[in-house]
């Protein structure tokens, strides 16, 4: 069960992106869902996450420009991604936040932001 992340590209520091992740309804349905990143040469990091219930939680890094939101009625969780910086660039997948509901992490999509 594969996971589809979308909408990465280049974009110039200050600039703004919105990714989409279609979500298998066995991964998606009564899950809180997550936006990661993995930047080359770190670890994966969980930098949004949504509750099935819709209350948010972000990493310290992003707070006040990523906001993740879900649509329930498509299985599909989105990032919105302003005020972008050099930092921001890495490979941005999106999975279940619990471990034990992961799917499979596909190829995610890739954001660059320049300088």
């Known amino acids: 069960v594969q996971l589809q992340a979308s909408g990465g590209g280049l974009v110039q520091a200050g600039g703004s992106l919105r990714l989409s992740c279609a979500v298998p309804?066995?991964?998606?349905?009564?899950?809180?869902m997550g936006w990661y990143r993995q930047a080359p040469g770190k670890q994966r990091e969980l930098v949004a996450q949504?509750?099935?219930?819709?209350?948010?939680f972000y990493r310290d890094s992003v707070k006040g420009r990523f906001t993740i939101s879900r649509d329930n009625a498509k299985n599909t969780v989105y990032l919105q991604m302003n005020s972008l910086k050099p930092e921001d660039t890495a490979v941005y997948y999106c999975?279940?936040?619990?471990?034990?509901?992961?799917?499979?992490w596909g190829q995610g999509t890739l954001v660059t932001v320049s300088s």
């Open positions: 999975n279940a936040v619990v471990p034990a509901k992961w799917g499979h």
């Open positions: 309804g066995s991964i998606f349905v009564g899950n809180n």
């Open positions: 949504i509750t099935s219930g819709g209350s948010t």
